[in-house]
């Protein structure tokens, strides 16, 4: 899932495995490239970037600098806490280490805009997933806990901008989890309903992920072990 926000003639692409697509609607839109933002290193992540930059050398590449070895064209080091502004608008950076050692989160707020239709949204990467949460590469589960606890601090209805559509299978294995529970079941039956269509069932919202993310709903960092590593053994049929 590559993500790209537009505003005017001017775009900016989130974790672009690929150039080849971005390229094609970027220039079937003619549109600018004004920054790339890198969540974390994995090259399913960052792997078009080089031949975008190629094509657009002046776009910046906003990374995190703790990730600079392994983002090394990274232009933007940034940090958690860091606000930085792009088309016209402010991001805020937030750590959510866990999936990898630097993964950051970017949030944008609707608080400077005039356009009320735009809310608050965050572009997760790899850590937070529709249903679920990232795999622990280089992170704990008290490292992931910490990471949700973040998330689940936002407003109820900022978008969920995650980096793959993995909603069905997530909640495919939600729901064989917690059989009883109807907003899990519910949603389950809804997001089956899209992909059968070959709708996507993204963005999701923080409030849907608190109801029915059952790593979202974890109470104890303990409590997200035992359901990453049971997650980690299961294989959708």
């Known amino acids: 899932m590559i993500w790209i926000w537009v505003r005017g003639r001017n775009a900016v692409v989130v974790d672009p495995a690929v150039a080849k697509p971005v390229s094609q609607w970027l220039n079937s839109h003619e549109m600018g490239l004004t920054a790339i933002l890198q969540t974390h290193h994995h090259a399913d992540h960052i792997g078009g970037t080089p031949e975008l930059l190629s094509e657009w050398p002046q776009a910046e590449v906003v990374a995190a600098t703790a990730d600079r070895l392994r983002i090394p064209f990274q232009t933007r080091g ?3 806490g860091d606000v930085i502004k ?3 608008r402010r991001l805020e950076v937030i750590d959510v280490a866990a999936h990898t050692s630097a993964h950051i989160a970017f949030i944008l707020r ?9 809310g608050p949204l965050v572009f997760c990467g790899d850590t937070l997933f529709a249903g ?3 795999r622990l590469f280089e992170g704990s589960a008290q490292d992931m806990y910490r990471a949700l606890q973040r998330f689940a601090a936002l407003p109820d209805e900022t978008l969920v901008c995650c980096a793959h559509e993995y909603t ?5 294995w939600a729901t064989e989890q917690h059989p009883h529970d109807v907003q899990i079941t519910t949603r389950y039956r809804t997001v089956k ?4 269509r070959g709708d996507l069932s993204l963005p999701s919202s923080i409030g849907a992920e608190k109801r029915t993310n059952l790593f979202m709903r974890a109470e104890t960092a303990e ?9 980690d053994q299961w294989r959708s049929s």
């Open 86 to 88: 792009l088309l016209g």
């Open 168 to 172: 069905e299978a997530n909640l495919r």
């Open 132 to 134: 679920g949460c990232g």
């Open 110 to 118: 609707n608080d400077d805009d005039q356009d009320p239709r735009f």
């Open 78 to 80: 940034v940090a958690d």
């Open 223 to 231: 409590q997200l072990a035992e359901l990453r590593s049971h997650k």
């Open 193 to 196: 309903q899209l992909r059968s």
